[in-house]
């Protein structure tokens, strides 16, 4: 009896943990990425989001793009969660296939917790584009993906990548 009493503690807690792992990206700390269709030789806006529960004094957000023919342009945080902050790098890497930026409190306030706009990725596309890109996290020179709280502890948090489809202007959308 107590050995099938201990399977059922420890079955209860993987099912508590596992459920906890499960949460959806939108309702705890994480980053998601938009999904967008653009036709080739367009451009388009890949909203970045930003869901955390406490107060940050940084973060660091590395991404690449995995597909042929689309490149960044550039990134903007206007209208988002983080445009008050002052330091607020940006480098465009890798022939335009990489994008590592953040953004780090100095004199202002911490990011409060919340949710809504970080940034957005501008993109364009040639006439190669295969179809297909998805926007993932990688990994450039030091760089990972981190958010980092105001006692200058790091954490990663959850991902949901984007993706760019190639919209076909011959055929019309549903």
């Known amino acids: 009896m107590q050995k099938v009493l201990k399977i059922a503690v420890v079955w209860g807690i993987l099912l508590l943990v ?21 036709e080739k030789g367009g451009k388009a806006a890949v909203k970045i989001y930003l869901v955390n529960s406490q107060e940050l004094a940084g973060l660091t957000i ?10 960044i342009d550039s990134l903007s945080f206007a209208g988002s969660r983080v445009e008050y902050i002052k330091m607020k790098p940006v480098t465009v890497a890798k022939d335009q296939k990489q994008v ?26 040639d006439s190669v584009f295969a179809g297909k890109c998805s926007i993932d996290t990688t990994t450039i020179g030091p760089a990972s993906v981190l958010y980092t709280k105001k006692d200058s502890y790091n954490y990663v948090p959850n991902f949901s990548s984007g993706s760019i489809s190639l919209r076909d202007p011959s055929k019309k959308t549903k």
């Open 18 to 38: 596992s459920t906890a792992w499960a949460q959806e990206a939108s309702k705890v700390d994480s980053l998601i990425i938009d999904k967008v269709e653009m």
């Open 62 to 71: 590395p991404l690449g793009l995995a597909g042929k023919g689309v490149k």
């Open 100 to 125: 590592v930026f953040g953004a780090i409190t100095m004199t202002e306030d911490y990011l409060p917790a919340g949710r809504g706009l970080m940034a957005t990725l501008f993109v364009s596309a």
